[in-house]
T-cell receptor
Framework: SQTIHQWPATLVQPVGSPLSLECTVE??????LYWYRQAAGRGLQLLFY??????ISSEVPQNLSASRPQDRQFILSSKKLLLSDSGFYLC??????????????FGEGSRLTVL | GQNIDQPTEMTATEGAIVQINCTYQ??????LFWYQQHAGEAPTFLSY????GLEEKGRFSSFLSRSKGYSYLLLKELQMKDSASYLC???????????FGPGTRLSVLP
């Protein structure tokens, strides 16, 4: 069966510090991978999605970046965090076919507080 | 741009029926999902519609009208555990891009 894990689950970082959130998927090949952010009381905002190794699409210009060094690994990074980066970050995957009727599977989430 | 609208909050009584609406205007459409999200947790899948009509799954049903850009989630025999946010999401571009609505926070009262 397929599983998705992301870590760390919770972190508190000072403004200007770097960030690295990691997500891995097991039990499937060539998944589509996603990073979403959810601010308190708000909907899910798509940050990045990837359809393959090294292929990253950015939806929102910001001080965050994403990388996909391996087929089932997706990393969200920042060189210098802003207060507005606080939120609940969710990694997700879906079946990687052109005609995709598969659902989106979410990781457990990472709660980031920037002070 | 992509636009998906849902009511912000709804309240209903245990045992009752509630309908949560979702309207969308998107560049492309490959299906619509409903997700449930309890506070502090990741969303979980509820239903999927790609053709017009009603999909029923136990106490939950979801309806889609592509010509109207409209969907609703129907929850029957409400239970306290149904108190959660319900997210409407549209798939664009052959499933490479999911766009979520703002979510509807449902409170079920005894």
């Amino acid at each position: 069966s397929q599983t998705i894990h992301q870590w760390p689950a919770t972190l508190v970082q000072p403004v200007g510090s770097p960030l690295s959130l990691e997500c891995t998927v097991e039990g499937t090949s060539n998944p589509n991978l996603y990073w979403y952010r959810q601010a308190a009381g708000r909907g899910l905002q798509l940050l990045f999605y990837s359809v393959g190794i090294g292929q990253i699409s950015s939806e929102v210009p910001q001080n965050l970046s994403a990388s996909r060094p391996q087929d089932r690994q997706f990393i969200l990074s920042s060189k210098k965090l802003l207060l507005s980066d606080s939120g609940f970050y969710l990694c997700a995957w879906s079946v990687g076919t052109m005609i995709n009727t598969g659902e989106l599977f979410f990781g457990e989430g990472s709660r980031l507080t920037v002070l | 741009g992509q636009n998906i609208d849902q009511p912000t909050e709804m309240t209903a009584t245990e045992g009752a029926i509630v309908q949560i609406n979702c309207t969308y205007q998107t560049s492309g459409f490959n299906g619509l999902f409903w997700y449930q999200q309890h506070a502090g947790e990741a969303p979980t899948f509820l239903s999927y519609n790609v053709l017009d009509g009603l999909e029923e799954k136990g106490r939950f049903s979801s309806f889609l009208s592509r010509s109207k850009g409209y969907s609703y989630l129907l929850l029957k025999e409400l239970q306290m555990k149904d108190s959660a946010s319900y997210l409407c999401a549209v798939i664009l571009n052959y499933g490479q891009n999911f766009v979520f609505g703002p979510g509807t926070r449902l409170s079920v009262l005894p």
